[in-house]
């Protein structure tokens, strides 16, 4: 079975640091472009990063610019997300994303709450 599952969510105050992880199972990561996704409340989801599965190549939302890094490491068919300096505003439910051609994956969600 396909699975993406996110982890390493909670709560944490403003200013401070998480990492969100992302296992993946059912499918071979490399060559899929993956990327992170975030649903706040009130709002629809919105893509926050993704980084093509060739070369590396990474986007991200300018409202994370900076603050968040993502990573990948095929051998453990993982991605990550480092987040730093985060905001009450970046609170919301994150999904790992991976798709290649006609298949698309979405994970289950963790969510991130951070307090002022």
């Known amino acids: 079975d396909v699975q993406l599952q996110a982890s390493g969510g909670g709560p944490v105050q403003a200013g401070g640091s998480l990492r969100l992880s992302c296992a993946v199972s059912?499918?071979?990561?490399?060559?899929?472009?993956v990327a992170w996704f975030r649903q706040i409340p009130g709002k629809e989801r919105e893509g926050v990063v993704c980084?093509?599965?060739?070369?590396?190549?990474?986007i991200y939302a300018d409202s994370v610019n900076g603050r968040f890094t993502i990573s990948r490491d095929n051998a453990e068919n993982s991605v990550y997300l480092q987040m730093n300096s985060l905001k009450p505003e970046d609170t919301g439910v994150y999904y790992c994303d991976a798709q290649r051609l006609f298949y698309r994956y979405w994970g289950q969600g963790t969510l991130v709450t951070v307090s002022s």
């Open positions: 059912g499918f071979a990561l490399d060559q899929y472009i």
């Open positions: 980084m093509d599965g060739y070369d590396g190549k990474t």
